[in-house]
């Protein structure tokens, strides 16, 4: 269904796109891994039981799946029928380098200055390689500054004298425990 849409499908690996996912990547038109994602490829497996004639059965579907596969990584990679089938044959594991180099994807994810600008606007948050917590942090803020019209420091003085009302822990507490917490999130 990707391969069949009228516009341009590009696939970013922010992760992990092993096995069936490594499939999947190939329908894009441009493929970008971020310089600390993988991409495996290995055989297809199944489960079989019965007699002989089932084992058979099984090993010519194998078969099949494995050509099935081979046929996106020809079209995204122009490799050999060959020398894919020896790299599924290993199970072979790719870091974003190694798969540029070999075909299965065209680029680097990486940060552009229209894009380092654009998170203002949290448009770039589900690009999670790039994930900033201080950038979201700082946009969130500049969001509820706007709407409520209170700044940051105002909210703050606001926050410590509330909390001096009703728990009688100060913001500085406050900010120590959601730090703790921070580093388990």
Same mark, same amino acid.
Not at 54 to 64: G, S
Not at 142 to 148: F, I, P, S, T
Not at 150 to 178: F, M, N, P, Y
């Given at each position: 269904?990707?391969?069949d849409y !009228?516009? %341009? ?5 922010d992760g +992990?796109? =092993?096995?069936? =996912? /490594?499939?999947?990547a190939?329908? #894009?038109n !441009?493929?970008?891994? $971020?310089?600390?994602? @993988?991409?495996? +490829?290995? %055989?297809?497996a199944?489960?079989a ?11 010519? @579907? &194998?078969?099949?799946?494995?050509? $099935? +596969? +081979? ?6 990679? #122009?490799?050999?029928?060959? !020398? &894919?089938?020896?790299? @599924?044959? =290993?199970?072979?594991?790719?870091n ?6 070999? #075909? *299965? ?5 990486? !940060? ?9 606007? &949290?448009n770039?948050?589900?690009? /999670?390689?790039? *994930? ?5 942090? %700082?946009?969130?803020q %500049? ?6 019209g ?17 728990? #009688?822990?100060? =913001? ?7 730090? *703790?917490?921070k580093r *388990?999130?």
């Open positions: 269904m990707l391969t !009228k516009g %341009n499908v590009t696939v970013k690996i +992990i796109a =092993a096995s069936a =996912a /490594s499939v999947v190939m329908a #894009g !441009k493929v970008l891994m $971020s310089p600390v994602s @993988m991409m495996m +490829i290995h %055989n297809p199944t489960f039981f019965g007699d002989h004639a089932e084992m058979q059965k099984a090993m010519a @579907m &194998l078969d099949e799946v494995k050509e $099935s +596969i +081979i046929n996106a990584y020809v079209i995204k990679t #122009g490799l050999s029928r060959s !020398k &894919l089938s020896h790299l @599924m044959d =290993a199970e072979t594991w790719m974003a380098n190694m798969a540029i180099e070999l #075909g *299965f994807a065209d680029d680097m994810i990486t !940060k552009t200055e229209q894009e380092k600008e654009s998170i203002e606007g &949290l770039n948050m589900t690009d /999670s390689m790039l *994930f900033s917590r201080t950038a979201i942090s %700082n946009t969130l %500049n969001k509820l500054e706007k709407h409520y209170v700044s940051k420091e105002d909210v703050t003085k606001q926050a410590e004298i509330k909390v001096l009302e009703v728990k #009688g822990t100060s =913001a500085s507490e406050l900010k120590e425990r959601l730090n *703790f917490m *388990f999130i």
